[in-house]
Nanobody, 123 residues
Framework: QVQLVESGGGLVQTGGSLRLSCTASGRTFNMYVMAWFRQAPGLDREFVGR????????SYAESVKGRFTISRDNAKNTVYLQMNSLKPEDTAVYYC????????????????WGQGTQVTVSS
């Protein structure tokens, strides 16, 4: 198991930026796929992006591609989600998640979750 703690959410105006952080503790981090998901009220949890600890490869949902960037600091066991050009439809609770093995965009495949952090984009 790995423990995940997110931070960095908040209220921002349309077009603004936020950076979320997810710090991991516990097991060997280079075994994990680290992903970001989000969930808006009344909607299913959806994939935002993911990073492989082992090869730095990233992928993103089409809705955020070109605006969001995942990066990480291995020395701090932390993965970041830089969100630029934010839109009201980006408003959601954002979750960090981790899994071993192959990459996935399905929330059900992830067994380790952070507590979530609220991101609100005002119009």
């Amino acid at each position: 198991q790995v423990q995940l703690v997110e931070s960095g959410g908040g209220l921002v105006q349309t077009g603004g930026s936020l950076r979320l952080s997810c710090t991991a503790s516990g097991r060997t981090f280079n075994m994990y796929v680290m992903a970001w998901f989000r969930q808006a009220p009344g909607l299913d949890r959806e994939f935002v992006g993911r990073s492989m600890w082992s090869d730095y490869m990233t992928s993103y949902a089409e809705s955020v591609k070109g605006r969001f960037t995942i990066s990480r600091d291995n020395a701090k066991n932390t993965v970041y989600l830089q969100m630029n050009s934010l839109k009201p439809e980006d408003t959601a609770v954002y979750y960090c998640a981790a899994k071993t093995g192959t990459s996935s965009e399905r929330p059900a495949d992830y067994s380790n979750w952070g507590q979530g952090t609220q991101v609100t984009v005002s119009s």
